[in-house]
């Protein structure tokens, strides 16, 4: 996976493209990418220890309900899949949401409550605020809570409603969407997929479209992180996710967001980049890997989302792509034993 490009220089980069503006400076809408939003839930059970009446209280990251209450996180953060409507729901009684859509609170830290120790779109917010810009006005976020279904479940009206108003409230300015990882992906699917818009609608409202390290065509360590756990070096996404890779991974395994972020096999090929004492995995041996680590949901999700942008079409507006360079980043994972439904997390 792309490591998250330093604040400093995603600052930069976007004022470089907002200069472009000659009158009133582009408002922004943040996207953020796979977890990098806060989440909030309201569980409903009898547990004493994980009831919160009919309250939502901070989940994600809330190290004291992901960890030492896990018994709570094992409940309330894997989705359940519905056969009879292809669709994925919370458990019963559980009900998850992303805290002020439209703000930018919750994806400048992912840890309200703990001293905002994990940083996110902070520093490039404050910069923006620092020279003018507004909260909630001129500077905003589109979180969200998962990846397919975005026009059913009205992520994608929000974010053409936010968009609009910004450009009425802003003196008909353009928008700039400035998107992460996951975001890219996302926007690109509402650029090209949303019936909602047409090519007048982008050409009025869409100023530059900037992408910072998106997931165009998958990473590899993905795919480790719902095997075995991720184990490389931690950014600020995932230092959570490696202290408790142990019992987060099966709720991984539960997420349809996860597999859009798989090599892409038009891109990678029959490249293997897993590797066992007796086998090799690419991008065309999804449904066999999932299979020998019996986890059926993973490969049933990738089929859900690996079409929701195919073929990379034209976004059809202004957009810069921004990338880091020197970084490591893996692109091969080896295995000192066979993967099976028993040994593959931990290993």
Known sequence: MMQLLTLVVISVAVVILLEQCEATPSPIVLIPGV??????????????????????????ISPLRVTLHNICAKRELPLRYDANTNSYHNNTKVEIHVPGFGGTSSVEYLNPGLMNTLPYFHDTVKYFVDRSYKR???IRGAERLAADELDKRGYFHRLKTMIEDMYKTNGNTKVTLVVHSMGGLVF??????????NQAWKDKYIHVYVTLSAAWSGGAAT?????SGYHGIPDLLLFAYNLISNFIVPIGRTFESIP????????????????????????????????????????RAFQGVQGLVSDYPAPNVPTYCFYGVGVPTPEKFTYSKDLTPSNAIGL
Not at 188 to 197: P, Q
Not at 223 to 227: A, G, L, N, P, T
Not at 264 to 292: H, M
Request: hydrophobic share 35%; charged share 15%.
């Open 260 to 299: 859009w972020l798989f090599p892409k096999a038009s891109v990678f090929g029959n490249v293997a980049f897993i590797s066992t004492p007796s086998k090799t995995y690419s991008a065309n041996d999804y449904e066999q890997l999932f299979r020998d680590i019996n986890a059926p949901n993973i490969y």
């Open 136 to 138: 909630g006005k001129t």
């Open 223 to 227: 795919v480790q992180s719902v095997i």
């Open 188 to 197: 690109l699917h509402f650029l090209t997929g949303f019936s909602g818009i």
């Open 35 to 60: 977890m990098g939003s806060q989440l909030q839930v309201k569980d409903q059970t009898a547990s004493k220890l994980c009831s919160t009446g009919h309250k939502y209280k901070d989940l994600w």
